[in-house]
């Protein structure tokens, strides 16, 4: 049984940091890409970044580059999203997902097969 799951939302002020964990079992993990998307009230679940199963490429989207830095350590099973400067507009609940499909490295939230229960992140003006 595969499980994916978050740490390290909270509250923080803005332009200050946060440190999101998620540890996967019940699955390869170093066989699997790995993403991180976001959902925000009354919006569509969005992607935020990604890293190849090597951890060897890694995307983001535009409103997070320069801020957030996703990595993983493949021999703990653990991929993590650093977030800095942070801005009241990423509050959202952060989801992580693995993608069995290594070949290229996906945006979409379809390409995904396996999900996290969420963390909540809240930034305050």
């Known amino acids: 049984q595969v499980q994916l799951v978050e740490s390290g939302g909270g509250l923080v002020q803005a332009g200050g940091s946060l440190r999101l964990s998620c540890a996967a079992s019940?699955?390869?993990?170093?066989?699997?890409?790995m993403g991180w998307f976001r959902q925000a009230p009354g919006k569509e679940r969005e992607f935020v970044a990604a890293?190849?199963?090597?951890?060897?490429?890694?995307i983001y989207s535009d409103s997070v580059k320069g801020r957030f830095t996703i990595s993983r350590d493949n021999a703990k099973n653990t991929v993590y999203l650093q977030m800095n400067s942070l801005k009241p507009e990423d509050t959202a609940v952060y989801y992580c997902?693995?993608?069995?499909?290594?070949?290229?490295?996906?945006?979409?939230?379809?390409?995904?097969?396996?999900w996290g229960q969420g963390a909540q992140v809240t930034v305050s003006s």
């Open positions: 019940g699955l390869t993990f170093s066989s699997y890409n």
């Open positions: 997902a693995a993608d069995r499909t290594i070949l290229g490295l996906s945006r979409m939230v379809a390409a995904y097969d396996y």
């Open positions: 890293t190849k199963y090597s951890g060897g490429l890694t």
